[in-house]
């Protein structure tokens, strides 16, 4: 089966573009997480889709939003870009939202605002 | 609130030599999953083990095992004869509760390095 793909893999924009990132779950998996990686800050939850819901989302400001498509596939926008939003961005599937699921992750796409 | 603590930043071992990665976690949940993931420098992360926290028995994957101690509220990661391959980023992480168990919270990590 394959695994979590996530496009692009690397990333350049400027101050103020905006950039959307696209994540293709692991077939049968109905259930999207959004995870942002810094050096400073770790590992952070963005948000999770279920069924094309958004269910959670994390402590970001509203220039970062979401979505899901009817087939699982996610895709998630952030708009008017800063330097700190320079970061490893990373998807992960699972079958649905219970603590029991494993998330799987996918490759990440590292963006970098320059 | 969920919060995971690890509190080893780096740690070296000689190859074929077992190793234990520390976890601690806190939360007041009744229900919720542990989770070991490994991170090389390419960036992915790479599923290790799953513990759950009403398994009575200690998870183990080959040559990753979870000493899970409910009560003292620690599952730390055992990777026994260690590999070169073994380098990377280790992270502790928690899917917890219900309302929460959509999100995964995550330890600082704890790097790995392997000498030959």
């Known amino acids: 089966k394959a695994g979590v793909t996530q496009t692009p893999r690397y990333l350049i924009k400027t101050r103020g573009q905006q950039v959307t990132l696209s994540c293709s779950p692991i077939s049968g998996h109905r259930s999207v997480s959004w995870y942002q990686q810094t050096p400073g800050q770790g590992l952070q939850f963005l948000f999770e889709y279920f069924s094309e819901t958004q269910r959670n989302k994390g402590n970001f400001p509203g220039r970062f939003s979401g979505r899901q498509f009817s087939n699982s596939r996610s895709e998630m926008n952030v708009s008017t870009l800063e330097l700190g939003d320079s970061a490893l961005y990373l998807c992960a599937s699972s079958m649905d939202p219970s603590y029991q699921e494993t998330q799987y992750f996918g490759p990440g796409t590292r963006l970098l605002v320059l | 609130a969920q919060k995971i603590t690890q509190t080893q930043p780096g740690m070296f071992v000689q190859e074929k030599e077992a190793v234990t990665l520390d976890c601690t976690y806190d939360t007041s949940d009744q229900s919720y999953g542990l989770f070991w993931y490994k991170q090389p420098s390419s960036g992915e992360m790479i599923f290790l083990i799953y513990?759950?926290?009403?398994?009575?028995q200690n998870a183990t994957e080959g040559r990753y095992s979870l000493n899970f101690q409910k009560a003292r509220k620690s599952a730390n990661l055992v990777i026994s004869a260690s590999q070169l391959g073994d380098s990377a980023m280790y992270f502790c992480a928690m899917r917890g509760g219900f309302q929460g168990a959509q999100k995964l919270v995550f330890g600082q990590g704890t790097r790995l390095t392997i000498n030959p």
């Open positions: 513990q759950g926290s009403y398994d009575e």
